[in-house]
């Protein structure tokens, strides 16, 4: 059975190549390509979706990771964002047309963001239930399917509620450019719940955790295909989830399980003590993360004023994402919907705790702050302020320049 999923387009001028070649990134005394090229952190001031049409030129297939905080079409025109869609002042802003004008400029910019991911490179989207289906659809529809990883939601301690219900999270959906070069996700878990000390170890309570493929599943040509034998002198021949070096210190510790004495005739697995961290396949349900209310004081500190940018994200969930996805501390992180900035916070501590060398480029289009207490006039200006201090002034800065 066919599917079809379809809204009315509302047209912008970056559709428009001549349009696109005759706008540029202004940095100085320096091309734009070479700024963003060399520079660790990058800050562009500008509409996202001209933006990222330029970058595609020169930047296709280089970012690894993306994490997007779009607006959630709420209907609210108060809001720092537009959002409030369409934006034709003639529409009466009835939900079919508000969802098709959130389509219509939602489906541009993640066409050109396919575009400048790797191949092995995946995408966070943040939302809110106003648009949770739509995205899905449409991520299926410009991402494909078959590339869905999870929606990822985080419990964030602020309860949206009315007269049925009170919801408590918000979703994270993330995808894949190619799910098939996409590494598998992995977190970390301080064991606690150990009870057991069948063997009498010294070290205390432990449960076992699988090491090995089935004899089924292993492949032969695999570099952690090898034997080993147990105190009975029984042969296991399989393909490990440890290189041979590590079964080495395991079984030199004592950390593997053969099963009672003395036949240990039992699949050899690894003992796992208390507080020991194992890794664990990541959860899609994500707690203790901080919530809306210690993101906003935290981003309020940073820019030495007030509630100028509403319900900023918290550091440690976007950190949390970028931990899971088990890719090298080396890559290049995207967010084209940069808000207050917390996507460059969350890369620069990443570097800090692991040595790394991640890249961060933010966009953000010069939204007004609508209050008239903010020194900031716009967006751009606020989410700026919080990456220089981050980064102690070590970020190119860029803006777009239209014709």
Excluded at 223 to 248: A, C, D, H
Excluded at 372 to 400: A, G, Y
């Amino acid at each position: 059975m066919s599917f079809s999923f379809d809204w009315t387009d509302f047209p912008e001028e970056a559709d428009n190549d001549d349009f696109v070649k005759n706008c540029f990134l202004e940095c100085g005394d320096f091309s734009w390509k070479d700024s963003i090229e060399h520079s660790q952190y990058s800050f562009i001031s500008g509409d996202n979706y001209p933006v990222l049409r330029l970058l595609e030129n020169h930047f296709s297939s280089k970012i690894d990771f993306m994490y997007i905080d779009p607006p959630y079409n709420t209907g609210k025109k108060t809001f720092t964002y537009n959002d409030a869609f369409p934006l034709n002042k003639k529409s009466d802003c009835t939900p079919p047309d508000r969802h098709s004008a959130w389509l219509s400029f939602m489906s541009r910019r993640l066409a050109s963001a396919k575009k400048l991911l790797s191949d092995s490179g995946c995408i966070f989207l943040a939302i809110g239930q106003e648009e949770l289906y739509h995205l899905k659809l449409l991520c299926d529809k410009i991402l494909g399917e078959e590339n869905f990883v999870n929606d990822f939601m985080w419990l964030h301690g602020k309860g949206k509620k009315d007269s049925f219900s009170r919801t408590l999270q918000e979703s994270t959906l993330c995808y894949a450019k190619n799910k098939k070069k996409l590494s598998a996700f992995r977190d970390f878990e301080e064991t606690s719940w150990a009870k057991e000390n069948p063997d009498g170890d010294l070290r205390g309570a432990w449960f076992s955790g699988s090491i090995s493929f089935s004899e089924k599943r292993s492949n032969p040509l695999h570099p952690n295909y090898f034997e080993i034998v147990s105190p009975s002198g029984k042969k296991w021949k399989r393909q490990w989830l440890v290189k041979k070096e590590e079964m080495q210190r395991l079984l030199q510790e004592d950390r593997i399980f053969w099963g009672k004495a003395p036949d240990f005739a039992n699949v050899p697995r690894k003992k796992i003590f208390n507080g020991e961290r194992t890794e664990i396949i990541p959860k899609n349900i994500i707690d203790e993360k901080g919530g809306t209310r210690s993101a906003q004081r935290h981003l309020d500190f940073l820019v030495g004023e007030k509630s100028s940018f509403d319900n900023p994200k918290p550091v440690a969930l976007v950190q949390h994402f970028l931990s899971i996805v088990n890719m090298k501390n080396d890559i290049t992180v995207m967010d084209f919907f940069a808000g207050s900035g917390t996507t460059m916070e969350a890369v620069f501590n990443a570097n800090l705790l692991d040595g790394g060398k991640r890249k961060c480029i933010l966009i953000q289009k010069p939204e007004a702050i609508k209050s008239e207490k903010s020194r900031f006039s716009d967006i751009s200006e606020l989410c700026l302020e919080r990456v220089r201090k981050i980064t102690k002034n070590n970020v190119s800065e860029l803006k777009l320049v239209v014709p």
